[in-house]
């Protein structure tokens, strides 16, 4: 229990003290790993933790995106309201896709999810009215109380929090009864449907919490930009997201932090390379493919730490 409050005191003490260090442009950084930490959690639940192919992540982000903005723009809805609104309605657009996707499996549902995200990006492009088509469109700045947050310390204070949160309830969410129902799914479908589990119903809900999370990360990401260009929601853009949680780690929540830190930060450190630089993210997805398939979150022992955690609070108790 000690050890927890030391963690959690530690934690807040240097989310408010990094604003006071760091530049803007470092600031916007740690936003941009938050936020597409956040969307990269999404393809952790459903591929990870679920074992489902999907190649429709970049879709939800875009649904997000886009659908905060317009309600914005056209409705004045605004954004601390659209946002979730949006998430929510997405969720169940994923949740639907997953009933009428799921009935195959394998490559033919990464085709299916992968047609979903040329469907949505074509859309996008074609809708010019709505959507300002293949040019794109503003987004309106954040609003709260009265005050528009522009500089990075400012969302980094919207940004993070909202990210830590939903950290919070997805590492819940895999310790409770849901997370093990999924694993045991990626584990052994027919294993689990001889004990009584609803396969299609709980593999649509790994869908529906990834469609949340993605469109979460799609308005968030809307207000980082300030400006939507459909061209940034294609199947590239999916298979990104795929990369950034195999190195990081499928299996763990974490991973989807580790992964996207070392996808933001390493083009900094290869500038010289930049000419080179798919190739290099290419070469270290194929290794970490072959060589440590659980990705970097595997180098860190969470179950030993949780057992530290655990044990740490039963001496307090005995106390």
């Known amino acids: ?20 260090l760091f530049a803007d442009y470092n600031l916007y950084q740690f936003c941009l790993i938050a936020v597409t930490s956040l969307i990269v959690l999404g393809l952790v639940i459903v591929t990870g933790i679920a ?3 999907s190649l429709g992540q970049s879709a939800f982000v875009a649904l997000g995106g886009y659908g905060a903005a317009i309600l914005a723009t056209n409705w004045g809805v605004p954004l601390w309201l659209g ?27 990464a085709l299916t999810t992968m047609a979903f995200t040329a469907i949505v990006q074509l859309a996008l492009v074609h809708a010019d009215a709505v959507t300002g088509g293949a040019a794109g469109m503003p987004v309106p700045s954040f609003e709260l109380f009265g005050k528009s947050l522009s500089t990075g310390a400012e969302l980094y204070y919207l940004i993070v929090p909202i990210t830590a949160l939903l950290f919070i309830v997805v590492i819940n969410l895999n310790n409770s009864r849901t997370g093990r129902v999924f694993a045991a799914i990626r584990q052994s479908e027919i294993a689990a449907e001889a004990m009584g589990v609803n396969i299609l119903v709980y593999k649509a809900s790994a869908f529906a919490a990834s469609a949340f999370l993605g469109a ?12 939507l260009d459909p061209a940034q929601f294609g199947i590239t853009q999916t298979v990104y997201y795929l990369a950034i949680a195999v190195v990081g780690g499928l299996l763990s929540p974490f991973g989807a932090i580790i992964g996207t830190t070392v996808f933001v930060f390493l083009p900094e450190f290869l500038q010289t390379f930049q000419t080179y630089l798919g190739l290099v993210f290419g070469i270290m997805l194929l290794g970490f493919i072959v060589l440590r398939p659980k990705g970097l979150a595997s180098l860190i022992d969470i179950e030993n730490l949780k057992k530290i955690v655990f044990k740490s609070r039963r001496e307090s108790v005995g106390s």
């Open 51 to 53: 074992g489902q192919i």
């Open 216 to 227: 979460i990360g799609g308005g968030l990401l809307a207000i980082l930009v300030t400006y």
């Open 1 to 20: 229990m000690r050890l927890r409050i030391i963690f959690s005191v530690l934690g807040i003490a240097m989310f408010f003290l990094i604003p006071k």
């Open 83 to 109: 946002i979730p609104l949006v998430a929510v309605l997405v969720a169940t657009v994923g949740f639907l896709l997953g009933l009428m996707t799921l009935r195959v499996e394998g490559h033919y549902l």
